[in-house]
């Protein structure tokens, strides 16, 4: 997918759209906003940047593709270090959770938003989702009020 990022919005865009292909290999956009729609039904749409889809928009005569749009947030490594060097939470003193050090900073960074049995709720969601790809360049910040999202949680 290509992301355009517009004033306050990120828009996405499948790279190459065709309704036989998307069917059979997967359209990540349309993955992130079932998962968005999951989050929302299973009431874990807090964590997540919300993803609208606008149907169909023309690109011309012939062509048209859906597109999905989303609140732009911001990505700062050094603040997120910090805030992971800083989180309080004790959900990895024990051996029950592993895995990369930027999936493990970006939780960090989660949990100092959220309670640890909030963040343990996210695990297991982004586990029955198939939401594996954790990484500094996943998440953002609202800019006014610094919460984290997760921005990429279409998997892979």
Request: glycine fraction near 4%; proline fraction near 3%; charge should be negative.
């Amino acid at each position: 997918r290509m992301v355009i990022l517009y004033k306050d919005w990120a828009i996405k865009i499948p790279f190459e759209y065709n309704e036989a292909i998307a069917s059979r290999h997967g359209n990540f956009c349309e993955e992130e906003l079932l998962n968005y729609e999951s989050a929302r039904k299973e009431g874990m749409e807090d964590f997540f940047a919300p993803c609208v889809k606008c149907e169909r928009v023309y690109f011309g005569k012939h062509i048209t593709c859906p597109v999905y749009v989303m609140p732009r947030l911001y990505v700062n490594e050094s603040f997120a270090d910090s805030v992971a060097e800083n989180s309080n939470s004790k959900l990895f003193d024990n051996d029950e959770y592993s895995g990369s050090s930027d999936c493990m900073n970006v939780i960090e960074i989660m949990a100092s938003w959220w309670s640890d049995e909030d963040i343990e709720k996210l695990i297991d969601f982004c586990d029955s989702h198939g939401i594996n790809d954790l990484h500094y360049e996943n998440f953002g910040f609202n800019k006014d009020t610094d919460q984290p999202f997760l921005i990429d949680y279409a998997g892979f």
